[in-house]
């Protein structure tokens, strides 16, 4: 399967780190580097990738990577980069078709969850959203997770500041080419958003989520969280 990784914000939150986030270092590689791989390890077989900010230079890393490792990624060029991450994956409507995963340049996820997503069934016309229903995980910051609202494996409403929820996005999705709808139809609204794109999928019936059952992930956004990162990634927990 393919899988896109959206990477083409500036990563304020991670300054301290990097100029570019997803080339920021955990534990001696590159953050972009640890998503590529543990795909890769789940059974990706080919990537693309939107950059933005600083383009160039993630750009040159991801062919050098490429090289090195014989993995193909495309680049995919998003110049509106300070839009909202749904515009990142609309720019990508020209390069992909079929089913494929959709993925955050900054989110280091369990390789199970990516192969537990793709051995799942899937509906036609639908798009499947990875969620995490322990919602008081100390490794979430609860002030900044987006929210989901579930019922019998639909997903209902999502968002940041939504009060009525029982799990938590991981940044891992399994997408149709319908997503590519729902999100033309949720910037026409004025939501530029992924997170839009699922709101008006979950109007049309169509957006379904899928449990991780406590694997582990980590959004690694803010210096905290960086920190949270490389002390699982050093006890080899993740």
């Given at each position: 399967m393919k899988?896109?990784?959206?990477?083409?914000?500036?990563?304020a939150r991670l300054r301290e780190k990097g100029e570019s986030k997803p080339l920021i270092h955990l534990k001696?590689?590159?953050?972009?580097?640890?998503?590529?791989g543990r795909a890769r390890s789940a059974g990706v077989e080919r990537f693309y990738?939107?950059?933005g900010y600083r383009?160039?230079?993630?750009?040159?890393a991801l062919d050098a990577l490429s090289e090195r490792t014989a993995i193909p990624i495309t680049h995919i060029v998003n110049d509106a980069w300070d839009r909202a991450n749904g515009v990142s994956v609309l720019a990508s409507k020209p390069y992909l078709d079929g089913q494929f995963l959709l993925?955050?340049?900054?989110?280091?996820?369990?390789?199970?969850?990516?192969?537990?997503?793709?051995?799942?069934?899937s509906e036609p016309g639908t798009v499947t959203l990875c969620v995490d229903y322990n919602?008081?995980?100390?490794?979430?910051?609860?002030?900044?997770?987006?929210?989901?609202?579930?019922?019998?494996?639909?997903?209902?409403?999502?968002?940041?500041?939504?009060?009525d929820y029982n799990a938590i996005d991981t940044g891992v999705f399994r997408c149709d080419p319908v997503m590519f709808d729902a999100l033309e139809a949720s910037q026409a609204e004025g939501d530029d958003s992924i997170s839009g794109a699922m709101n008006v999928l979950a109007?049309?019936?169509?957006?379904?989520?899928?449990?991780?059952?406590?694997?582990?992930?980590?959004?690694?956004?803010d210096p905290c969280a960086f920190d949270k990162a490389e002390g699982l990634i050093e006890s080899g927990r993740l």
């Open positions: 899988c896109l990784i959206v990477a083409a914000g500036q990563g001696g590689v590159p953050l972009i580097e640890r998503v590529i990738v939107v950059s383009g160039d230079e993630l750009r040159e993925t955050m340049c900054d989110h280091l996820i369990d390789p199970e969850i990516f192969s537990s997503v793709m051995a799942a069934p919602i008081d995980n100390p490794l979430n910051d609860p002030e900044d997770v987006t929210r989901v609202k579930v019922v019998d494996g639909c997903i209902e409403h999502i968002g940041k500041v939504i009060r109007r049309w019936g169509k957006a379904r989520a899928h449990d991780i059952q406590q694997r582990l992930w980590v959004d690694v956004d």
